[in-house]
């Protein structure tokens, strides 16, 4: 999605992304300072580990990727140890190692919030990503990381700051949309308190831009928006037959956007 998301994003003075997920786009956009959050507080972890920890991070999080690891009964043990564990340091050193080897790279959790990726028997030993976390922990210095709802994140919102947010998607045509990143839910509701926090921020100066499924409900909620639609290869289902491309939309409101006093959401 990159090469036709990253065009859609205007130059600013600082990048927000409320729901940054594995920073596919904070790594690869160019601006000189950056928010980051995220709702799920290991990955933040990550991201903290990254910014503030990072040789110690990796070296502790590389011994897990061994043949001592490469295993079933290894995985369950380390899932085990990352669920059992309370500290946020120590969840984040097993993190990647549960991203690497568990089933499609997901991170899934049940509603009492624990961990339940199975095992997804790679035939080769997965390689550690020394240089991505290298460069990551570099351009960390240059971002204030956050954790919890996006409403925090986009309160920081200005003039200059464009906001991009890559939220759990609503429902496409073809089926229900995974949303299971945290135990709790994300449904309509939470998707109108964005498009409100986003109109707030748009008012404030800054440039907000959210993806989702191009559905007729999602037409309705970026009423008045700007619309980029195009199609999207899928990867992460389960069955390989339903892989396939989805339609997709960047909805876009500029700083000098005029936003209606009052609105349906």
């Given at each position: 999605m990159l090469p036709k998301l990253l065009p859609l994003i205007p130059r600013g003075k600082r990048l927000i992304e409320p729901f940054v997920g594995a920073g596919?786009?904070?790594?690869a956009a160019d601006f000189p300072e950056y928010v980051i959050n995220d709702a799920n507080p290991d990955l933040v972890a990550?991201?903290?580990a990254l910014k503030s920890r990072a040789e110690d991070f990796m070296e502790r999080a590389s011994q897990y990727f061994t043949k001592d690891y490469h295993s079933q009964e290894a995985y369950l043990r380390v899932r085990s140890d990352f669920n059992a564990e309370l500290d946020r340091f120590e969840r984040a050193v097993?993190?990647?190692?549960?991203?690497?080897?568990g089933f499609n790279g997901i991170y899934r959790v049940s509603q009492r919030g624990v961990f339940n990726v199975p095992y997804a028997r790679?035939?080769?030993?997965?390689?550690?990503?020394w240089a991505e976390m290298e460069v990551a922990a570099?351009?960390?210095q240059r971002c204030m990381v956050l954790g919890g709802g996006f409403a925090g994140s986009i309160d920081l919102a200005g003039p200059g700051d464009v906001v991009y947010c890559d939220p759990p998607y609503l429902d496409s045509d073809s089926g229900k949309s995974f949303t299971g990143y945290t135990?709790?839910?994300f449904g309509i509701r939470e998707h109108q308190a964005l498009v409100a926090s986003a109109l707030e921020a748009v008012v404030r100066g800054a440039t907000v831009l959210i993806s989702n499924h191009n559905t007729p409900q999602t037409r309705e909620l970026y009423r008045n928006w700007d619309i980029d639609e195009f199609f999207v290869t899928r990867s992460v289902a389960g069955d390989a037959q339903a892989r396939r491309q989805a339609r997709e939309l960047v909805a876009?409101?500029?700083?000098?956007?005029?936003?209606?006093?009052?609105t349906d959401h």
């Open positions: 596919s786009v904070f790594l990550v991201w903290v097993r993190l990647p190692y549960l991203n690497k080897f790679p035939k080769q030993l997965p390689k550690f990503p570099e351009k960390l135990g709790a839910t876009k409101l500029p700083k000098w956007f005029n936003v209606p006093l009052c």
